[in-house]
């Protein structure tokens, strides 16, 4: 892999760090950088990584869709990069790590879309957010899918109507980011979240994680029955028999391999 490639991928210990490298390009999601971001998420997806961070490097985390790709495109072929973008998405909530978007800069449209799919997401106080369509030509559809979700239908109506930029602590605030951080510290922030969210059974957490995106948008009838039978059936395997028994003999448990 070369430095000047648009996906850098760095192994740390126990973490992945998957980095954006289109600054030129205000790390555009262009459709090649779509599939080449999701190539990248799927490849860990096969290691013993226990997590991902999602950084960027240039001074914007990402300045969304690539107009270069859409304008005069097709509606045919819109609709397949649109297609394209939502399997990234759906693609960082299905690997087994927990994924942790580290955000510097600007993130906009569906670069805050991408922070959005992220499991967590740790900003530097000067980064923004923002869903620009609104005060545009082109109202920001399919990042609104993620970021509602994060932040409720009030405040994703708020960003996406206004299409004004949010600071960092707004995002913390509404339930869109995690933590923001002094910029100096972004780094340190990171980390420690990633270490406190893949403590325990990997196997448990991958486990863990599928059923908690599978149940979040049901009903909550539905919510319960789904998490009733997952919690259920997981509580045979050895790592729950692990935790459990490591728990009554008062000792620190022994994760199988």
């Known amino acids: 892999m070369s430095e000047d490639d648009d996906v850098l991928l760095r192994r740390d210990g126990a973490f992945t760090t998957i980095t954006m490298n289109r600054p030129r390009r205000r790390n555009a999601l262009s459709r090649a950088f779509l599939l080449a971001l999701t190539d990248a998420f799927r490849e860990v997806a096969e290691t013993d990584a ?21 304008a005069g495109a097709s509606h045919a072929d819109v609709r397949d990069l649109l297609r394209v973008c939502t399997e990234l998405m759906q693609t960082i909530q299905s690997v087994p790590q927990v ?41 920001c559809h399919t990042p609104l899918v993620a970021i509602a979700r994060n932040v409720g239908r009030k405040r994703a109506a708020e960003m996406a109507l206004t299409g004004e930029v949010f600071d960092a602590a707004t995002a913390a605030e509404w339930g869109l980011i995690n933590y923001a951080v002094p910029d100096d510290e972004l780094d340190k922030a990171v980390h420690d979240l990633l270490q406190r969210a893949t403590q325990g059974s990997p196997r448990s957490k991958a486990l863990g994680k599928q059923a908690m995106y599978a149940q979040l948008d049901r009903p909550e009838q539905d919510a319960y029955a789904y998490a009733i039978e997952v919690m259920a059936a997981s509580s045979q395997t050895p790592e729950a028999q692990e935790g459990m028994t490591a728990f009554l003999e008062k000792r620190a448990p022994v994760w199988p391999a």
């Open 50 to 70: 226990r997590g991902v961070i999602l950084a960027a490097n240039g001074p914007v985390f990402s300045a969304g869709h690539d107009f270069a790709d859409m």
């Open 99 to 139: 994924v942790v978007a580290r955000v510097h800069g600007l993130a906009t449209a569906a670069g805050c879309q991408l922070v959005a799919s992220c499991d967590l997401a740790v900003a530097a106080e000067s980064a923004g957010f923002a869903a620009p369509g609104g005060k545009g030509g082109w109202f």
